[in-house]
């Protein structure tokens, strides 16, 4: 049984299959209806479960899309839709949504519940967001990279600015799987997980952790973002005025190589964390990083139910 809570339950050469059917799957459907299914519809029958404890805009029309075009169907769920809300355990749960459906993504307010669900289910199940990690947002932004680029990831130098949040963690899990290389510049406060760095520098990532906007983004090819308050953070002023250093402006972006990308995952907060001048200037990939998050899951699904090998 297949699930994709982490980037590192697909791996490096799963990683790299799913980016490359990607890549396929959005060149395919090149002037075609967006509601219209793929050659094959190589998901034909199968129901994918989404269920949302917090709320979501690209992950929730993501998924969706992504199973319609892959000929499937979604039941979208949230979360006091269920008896979860009323007592009912995330086992039984489980246990009765893999008897309904093929395959269930959840965005859970607490990572060991999501992972408490897969260990239970018979099915795949997909980490949608939660605390911890966003490892479909992560493949989405690969894949805008390599697009951008023309070439893989391997070898890019990024820098991620801000908040060491759960996307600069998938970030920070893919720079060990994919090899390439990630400055992360943040609020000593607010600093990533030492255990999720560590891990990817065993991998042999070169993962720098830094509190210095310039230094992070200095020759970077990838410069990425997030909001400063994220769903659940009780300390929103606190936040902003620790972190008005490290907003993506054009002073900022010009240190890094010329050309470079903007990322950023959205929703934004337009004038913290990111200048309008940045988000929709030339360098901004923010729109198609946002259309990927459809291919990347759908790539995801058809790794999940064994349609792209080992």
């Avoid at 406060?189 to 983004?217: F, S």
Wanted: glycine share 8%.
């Amino acid at each position: 049984m297949r699930h994709f809570l982490t980037l590192a339950d697909a791996g490096p050469a799963a990683l790299r299959r799913i980016l490359d059917c990607a890549h396929a799957l959005k060149a395919a459907r090149a002037g075609r209806p967006k509601g219209a299914a793929d050659d094959g519809a190589r998901l034909a029958g199968r129901v994918l479960a989404a269920i949302f404890e917090r709320p979501s805009t690209r992950t929730r029309l993501s998924f969706d899309i992504a199973m319609r075009q892959l000929g499937g169907g979604t039941i979208t769920l949230a979360a006091g839709d269920l008896q979860l809300g009323r007592g009912e355990t995330i086992h039984d749960t489980a246990r009765v949504m893999s008897r309904m459906v093929d395959a269930v993504v959840i965005r859970a307010r607490a990572h060991a519940d999501l992972e408490a669900f897969a260990a239970a289910a018979d099915v795949p199940v997909i980490n949608g967001l939660t605390e911890r990690a966003h490892p479909c947002q992560a493949v989405a932004d690969l894949m805008t990279v390599e697009e951008r680029l023309g070439r893989p990831v391997a070898g890019t130098r990024w820098a991620w600015l801000g908040d060491g949040n759960n996307v600069a963690r998938s970030l920070i899990e893919a720079a060990g799987l994919m090899g390439f290389a990630l400055r992360v510049a943040t609020p000593p406060a607010y600093a990533p997980d030492a255990g999720v760095v560590a891990a990817a520098r065993a991998r042999g990532a070169a993962v720098e952790t830094m509190d210095d906007p310039l230094r992070a983004v200095a020759g970077a090819d990838v410069v990425a973002t997030d909001t400063w308050v994220s769903m659940g953070d009780e300390d929103a002023a606190a936040r902003r005025r620790a972190m008005e250093p490290f907003q993506v402006n054009p002073m900022l972006m010009a240190a890094a190589r010329p050309g470079a990308i903007f990322l950023h995952c959205l929703p934004a907060h337009r004038g913290e964390e990111v200048t309008d001048s940045v988000i929709d200037g030339p360098q901004s990939a923010v729109w198609d990083e946002a259309e990927n998050r459809v291919h990347a899951q759908k790539a995801i699904l058809l790794w999940l139910f064994g349609h792209l090998g080992d």
